[in-house]
């Protein structure tokens, strides 16, 4: 695992257009959404930064869905990465009890329209798919015991950033939240289809 912060995506940015699987096959595009806030999160199932933030990621949609359109993309190489295969995509959404929809960038395209860089990673537009808000859930990260164990010590994952952020965006205001970047897992690109920015 190489630890990762976001691009930071230039605020204003206009959301990149998307036509994605989801975990039940069918596609879901970015225009399905026109006229509403939209949350684009690049999630993954096996990365323990997404692990740590996966039960707040379930209360942010609960809490948001009516007003927010929310959607998490997985963008990575499952072929080198099998935990994160849409079969184990459509468990972890069970398992996790996500309301919003979990789609497969099997291109990776998407994540590099994007600048996504690591898992988590958040975009969130306002009605008119402009963005306002890229960077953290929160400030908690997962502790390191080990290679590949991990725990909570330093606090449970609430959202408090991408929140206070939403709500602005809701409210029709600037978003004066201090963005900060995310910080997770590097998207694992196929061979040879690394971005320049990766």
């Known amino acids: 695992m190489a630890l990762t912060p976001s691009t930071m995506l230039e605020l204003g ?5 998307f036509a994605l699987p989801d975990t039940d096959g ?3 595009s970015r225009g399905d959404f026109a006229g509403r806030p939209l949350l684009v999160m690049f999630i993954c199932n096996h990365c323990p930064y997404v692990k740590h933030v996966a039960p707040e990621l379930k209360r942010v949609g609960d809490d948001y869905g009516q007003n927010v359109a929310v959607v998490a993309i997985q963008s ?3 072929a080198n990465y099998p935990d994160d295969s849409p079969a184990k995509m459509k468990q972890e959404k069970a398992e996790r009890g996500y309301a919003f929809p979990y789609l497969y960038d099997e291109s990776q395209q998407v994540a590099k329209a994007y600048t996504a860089a690591c898992t988590p990673d958040f975009f969130l537009f306002d009605a008119g798919h402009r963005l306002a808000y890229r960077g953290q859930l929160d400030e908690t990260r997962p502790h390191r015991i080990s290679s590949g164990n991990y725990d909570d010590r330093n606090g449970l994952a609430n959202g408090k950033d991408l929140r206070a952020a939403l709500d602005q965006v809701l409210a029709g205001q600037s978003v004066t939240v201090e963005q ?4 997770g897992c590097n998207i694992k690109w196929k061979p040879g289809n690394e971005p320049a920015y990766a």
């Not at 940015?13 to 257009?17: G, H, I, L, S």
């Not at 900060?180 to 910080?183: D, E, G, L, R």
């Open 26 to 28: 069918n596609t879901v």
């Open 76 to 78: 990575n190489d499952v």
């Open 13 to 17: 940015t206009a959301a990149p257009d």
């Open 180 to 183: 900060v970047p995310s910080m």
